[in-house]
């Protein structure tokens, strides 16, 4: 194909911000260990359903994101912020954006038709859930919570995957991701709270101020802790996986030390390279406990 196109390519992902699929990722891959250990080790096909849950994963958020971008294109062209961005700089064009967008998600639903039936009837909803997210700031101030549950759903998809059906303990590690994506999220969108005051999109800094929701992002890291700790006693998990939430609480403290209510120039920080952090060291010991210490346990 043209140089051109693969420019193009590459300069979605880098719109999409690709490699923050790992904020996700590990959480929907700790989703499926769970799973395969309810199913036993070894387990056939192991490598092959992990391949495909990674590719859905991948893909729906690039799908999400994409959207995301292409819906957002006007108001970030009026953000100080964000008018640099591709679409509103004019560095792609909202019709490549849009094929990504069919591309990514036709992706997404092949893989997920690969997994199991109940995977691909349900994938549709789950575009749904992801798109619906970049509708909400519009009218709702709790838009951080459906973006929570975008990513919340993925290791309760991924258990699906695995299993075919729906386990409600795994539902504490949605909870718990879902909690965790908003408390960040509140954090990160205080940095346009002027400019959500003078247009009127909706946030949680706007509508609590900024040292209100601060307060907001601290509970609901809170009770994300509490959802993990309950994910352990669920599925008598062992040591490994309560250090793996002892450092994620460490890692969230930490975070929460980085931004005050007058002081957010280390946003990008606690954003990126605090919850980067989180979502990795929690599934490298969760991942240690469930392969190596306690499939037996369930």
Request: aromatic share 14%; charged share 15%.
């Amino acid at each position: 194909m043209p140089r051109k196109f693969w420019r193009k390519v590459l300069l979605t992902l880098e719109m999409i911000k690709f490699e923050h699929s790992v904020f996700a990722l590990p959480f929907a891959l700790t989703g499926a260990l769970l799973a395969l250990r309810e199913e036993g080790f070894p387990t056939p096909r192991l490598g092959l359903r992990l391949f495909w849950i990674v590719l859905a994963m991948v893909a729906a958020r690039s799908a999400a994101m994409a959207f995301n971008r292409v819906l957002d294109a006007d108001i970030d062209a009026r953000n100080p912020r964000t008018r640099a961005r591709h679409l509103p700089s004019g560095l792609l064009s909202k019709s490549f954006a849009w094929g990504f967008i069919a591309v990514s998600s036709t992706v997404f639903m092949y893989a997920a038709s690969s997994l199991n039936r109940l995977c691909f009837l349900l994938s549709p909803v789950v575009l749904a859930v992801i798109f619906f997210y970049s509708f909400t700031k519009r009218f709702t101030s709790l838009s951080h919570l459906v973006l929570g549950l975008a990513l919340g759903i993925a290791p309760a998809a991924a258990w699906i995957a695995v299993e075919g059906s729906l386990d409600p303990r795994i539902l504490w590690l949605t909870a718990a991701v879902t909690l965790w994506t908003a408390g960040f999220d509140i954090i990160y969108s205080c940095q346009d709270y002027e400019f959500d005051v003078e247009t009127g999109l909706f946030s949680l800094p706007r509508r609590c101020g900024i040292r209100g929701a601060l307060w907001i992002a601290r509970a609901f890291h809170v009770l994300m802790i509490l959802c993990l700790a309950l994910l352990v006693l669920g599925f008598r998990l062992g040591a490994l996986s309560l250090a793996g939430v002892a450092v994620v609480t460490a890692l969230l403290v930490w975070e929460h030390r980085l931004v005050k209510h007058d002081d957010l120039s280390r946003v990008d920080a606690a954003f990126f390279t605090v919850n980067g952090c989180v979502s990795v060291l929690f599934f490298l010991f969760w991942a240690a406990d469930i392969l190596f210490l306690s499939r037996g346990g369930a």
